[in-house]
């Protein structure tokens, strides 16, 4: 069975910073592309950033690129988000997925297979 473990999420204040980790177990880590979504009350879930199989390749939606950093460690499962320079607008619940196959990355969520339970980012002004 596929998890995917979100943490690491928290309140900050205003230009902080919070780094997200995503654990997966039950698949192929390395033949997924991952991706950070995020959903604001009252929004949308809303793609922030995307890495291929081997973090060759990133992608991010201009608002927070620039503070915001995607990667991954194959060899422990794992996907990170570094967030600075935090905007109260930044608040959200964020989310980790997963895409086969990993050599494409994806602004879609419809396009992500595997889901996880997603973690509270908080930030004060």
């Known amino acids: 069975q596929v998890q995917l473990v979100e943490s690491g999420g928290g309140l900050v204040q205003a230009g902080g910073s919070l780094r997200l980790s995503c654990a997966a177990s039950g698949l192929t880590f390395s033949s997924y592309s991952m991706a950070w979504f995020r959903q604001a009350p009252g929004k949308e879930r809303a793609f922030v950033a995307a890495?291929?199989?081997?973090?060759?390749?990133?992608y991010y939606v201009e608002s927070v690129k620039d503070r915001f950093t995607i990667s991954r460690d194959n060899a422990k499962n794992t996907v990170y988000l570094q967030m600075n320079s935090l905007k109260p607008q930044d608040t959200a619940v964020y989310f980790c997925?997963?895409?086969?196959?990993?050599?494409?990355?994806?602004?879609?969520?419809?396009?992500?297979?595997?889901w996880g339970q997603g973690t509270q980012v908080t930030v004060s002004s």
């Open positions: 997925a997963a895409s086969f196959p990993g050599n494409v990355l994806n602004p879609r969520a419809h396009e992500y297979d595997y």
């Open positions: 890495i291929n199989w081997n973090g060759g390749s990133t």
